[in-house]
């Protein structure tokens, strides 16, 4: 469990049925292996891949999470929608 220390998970998850496609977010409380799970229950083929994950103070998660969307913005899937948070990855 992430609270117990007061920290929270930035995360990408790669997906092998969405090629060259991340997924950046964060959790708060829980696991990510079940938010891994949760996301795997929204219809995607297969399960996701934790690419890369990073323990931060619960307090700096959305800041964190913010600036890598930040950072990736132009490489947005879906520009329309902003709450999208999938991004083009040609390094994946």
């Given at each position: 469990m992430i609270n117990q220390?007061?920290?929270?998970?930035?995360?990408?998850?790669?997906?092998?049925?969405?090629?060259?496609?991340?997924?950046?977010?964060?959790?708060?409380?829980g696991n990510i292996d079940a938010?891994?799970?949760?996301?795997?229950?929204?219809?995607?083929?297969?399960?996701?891949?934790?690419?890369?994950?990073?323990?931060?103070?619960v307090s700096d998660c959305s800041k964190f999470e913010k600036t890598l969307h930040k950072t990736f913005e132009p490489n947005r899937v879906n520009a329309v929608r902003l709450q999208s948070q999938v991004y083009h990855c040609k390094f994946i």
């Open positions: 220390e007061n920290k929270g998970l930035v995360y990408v998850l790669t997906n092998s049925a969405m090629p060259r496609l991340v997924k950046i977010g964060m959790i708060t409380r938010r891994m799970k949760e996301l795997y229950s929204t219809g995607v083929p297969v399960p996701f891949d934790c690419l890369y994950g990073c323990k931060v103070k």
